[in-house]
């Protein structure tokens, strides 16, 4: 069954069981319709570019067919978290020994860094074995399998491992970093970079929390989403202006805001 009958019998389903007679109702079949449209749109982009990152810090990493999670059209046009791209940019060039990226995925930013951060040993963790696979595949169509170390889960006690080094630490495990990111408990993590992306969507004010914790001993700054419209290809032009904002959407639920902390002595 093709993508069209799939969301074809999704909807069927909701006009029949009264889903879209509630406002809660529509906005899922809202999201629904969105992400069929967004599949589209990523196919376009693939049948006309190939799977090369067309722009962005990690521009010319060739990507896979289908990311782990979430939408792969903002991934390929390079336009993929926005915000973050000028630290990204930064850190690349800086002289980190290890980079740790826990929630890897398909390892976007594990592979997309080990390609900029050329003296650098990268960990990737993902407690999800396919994710895991993934990110191997990544790292071996991109060279750089030798300098990706791909792990399961990562506990706080091995922060400890990397004592000494000048690490960076990339978060995203959808509220995980609560529990993980105690540098009470962990005391490593007093001396390094971290990049976070708190779930506040699951647990509100979580931001927040996290970002008091490291002020002792960090500089903080809170990144917030923003709608950054990419250059994107000449075709788009032919396309819709909901086709356009689509191409960007990161089918995210709610906010997801980011924290960059440096810890003080690196400042």
Same mark, same amino acid.
């Given at each position: 069954?093709?993508?069209?009958?799939?969301?074809?019998?999704?909807?069927?389903?909701?006009?029949?069981?009264?889903?879209?007679?509630?406002?809660?109702?529509?906005?899922?079949?809202?999201?629904? =319709?969105?992400?069929?449209?967004?599949?589209?749109?990523? &196919?376009?982009?693939?049948?006309?570019?190939?799977?090369? @990152?067309?722009?962005?810090?990690?521009?010319?990493?060739?990507? &896979?067919?289908?990311?782990?999670?979430?939408?792969?059209?903002?991934?390929?046009?390079?336009?993929?978290?926005?915000?973050?791209?000028?630290?990204?940019?930064?850190?690349?060039?800086?002289?980190?020994?290890?980079?740790?990226?826990?929630?890897?995925?398909?390892?976007?930013?594990?592979?997309? =860094?080990?390609?900029?951060?050329?003296?650098?040993? @990268?960990?990737?963790?993902?407690?999800?074995?396919?994710?895991?696979?993934?990110?191997?595949?990544?790292?071996?169509?991109?060279?750089?399998?030798? &300098?990706?170390?791909?792990?399961?889960?990562?506990?706080?006690?091995?922060?400890?491992?990397?004592?000494?080094? %000048?690490?960076?630490? @990339?978060?995203?495990?959808?509220?995980?970093?609560?529990?993980?990111? %105690?540098?009470?408990?962990?005391?490593?993590?007093?001396?390094?970079?971290?990049?976070?992306?708190?779930?506040? @969507?699951?647990?509100?004010?979580?931001?927040?929390?996290?970002?008091?914790?490291?002020?002792?001993?960090?500089?903080?700054?809170?990144?917030?989403?923003?709608?950054?419209?990419?250059?994107?290809?000449?075709?788009?032009?032919?396309?819709?202006?909901?086709?356009?904002?689509?191409?960007?959407?990161?089918?995210?639920?709610?906010?997801?805001?980011?924290?960059?902390? &440096?810890?003080?002595?690196?400042?």
């Amino acid at each position: 069954m093709d993508l069209n009958e799939v969301i074809a019998g999704h909807v069927k389903a909701m006009v029949q069981d009264g889903t879209l007679t509630s406002g809660a109702g529509l906005n899922r079949a809202l999201r629904l =319709l969105a992400i069929w449209r967004s599949k589209l749109i990523e &196919r376009e982009i693939i049948a006309r570019h190939g799977l090369t @990152v067309q722009n962005g810090p990690f521009a010319g990493m060739v990507f &896979r067919q289908e990311a782990a999670e979430g939408c792969l059209a903002a991934k390929l046009l390079g336009c993929y978290e926005a915000p973050l791209h000028s630290f990204l940019t930064e850190v690349s060039g800086s002289a980190f020994d290890a980079i740790i990226d826990i929630g890897a995925a398909e390892g976007y930013y594990a592979v997309g =860094l080990a390609r900029r951060a050329t003296g650098c040993q @990268v960990y990737a963790h993902d407690i999800n074995p396919v994710a895991q696979a993934a990110v191997r595949e990544l790292a071996a169509l991109n060279g750089v399998a030798e &300098r990706v170390a791909v792990g399961g889960e990562f506990r706080g006690e091995d922060f400890a491992r990397f004592r000494g080094r %000048r690490t960076l630490v @990339v978060v995203d495990i959808e509220g995980g970093e609560d529990a993980l990111l %105690r540098p009470d408990l962990y005391h490593a993590l007093r001396d390094m970079t971290l990049l976070v992306e708190c779930h506040d @969507v699951f647990k509100p004010g979580l931001c927040e929390a996290i970002a008091d914790r490291f002020r002792p001993s960090h500089s903080v700054r809170r990144i917030d989403e923003t709608l950054t419209p990419p250059a994107l290809p000449d075709w788009f032009g032919q396309t819709t202006h909901l086709d356009r904002l689509l191409s960007m959407w990161e089918w995210r639920s709610g906010a997801t805001p980011w924290l960059v902390m &440096r810890p003080r002595a690196a400042s």
